[in-house]
């Protein structure tokens, strides 16, 4: 279809002889399609990811859109295992006590006081029902 089809980049009228389809209803010039953050081209050689109407490279959308550690504000990798506790999550080694440093383990009890978690020995016996049982696996 070149020469019928708009690229979504730069609204031009695709004319060469190779287009880029992204999604099913968006096609690029080949010249077009760059990461909107870092202008890395984007071609059938890389993962494109769309938001917005944007495209970005996969690091891009990772850090910008991606779930990051409520500790390190790091973003996450696809191979990382994570703790979770209520809606925060957090790379395994940032899993640690605000207090003493110590890491939390699969199974053991601590406190989550704002974004801080906290050991029992830190925290001492729960009184007001705030413990939360840490998870039984990664």
């Known amino acids: 279809r070149p020469g019928l089809a ?3 980049g730069c609204g031009g009228r695709i004319q060469d002889p190779f287009l880029l389809r992204v999604s099913p209803d968006l096609e690029w010039h080949v010249a077009c399609l760059k990461c909107a953050e870092c ?3 984007l ?5 494109c990811f ?3 109407g944007k495209a970005y ?3 891009d959308y990772s850090r910008l859109f991606g779930i990051k550690c409520a500790q390190c504000r ?3 990798s696809s191979s990382d295992l994570v703790m979770r506790a209520r809606d925060h999550v957090y790379h395994l080694e940032c899993f640690r006590c605000a207090a003493c440093g110590r890491q939390l383990l699969p199974g053991d009890q601590f406190c989550l006081r704002e974004r801080d978690l906290l050991c029992r ?4 016996p729960p009184s007001d ?6 998870p039984r696996s990664p």
């Open 129 to 134: 029902g705030t413990a939360v049982r840490g």
């Open 50 to 52: 769309l938001r917005d």
């Open 39 to 41: 202008g890395q081209p």
């Open 6 to 8: 708009l690229c979504a």
């Open 57 to 59: 490279c996969k690091r």
């Open 43 to 47: 071609d059938e050689t890389c993962t």
């Open 74 to 76: 790091a973003a996450f």
């Open 121 to 124: 020995a830190d925290h001492g």
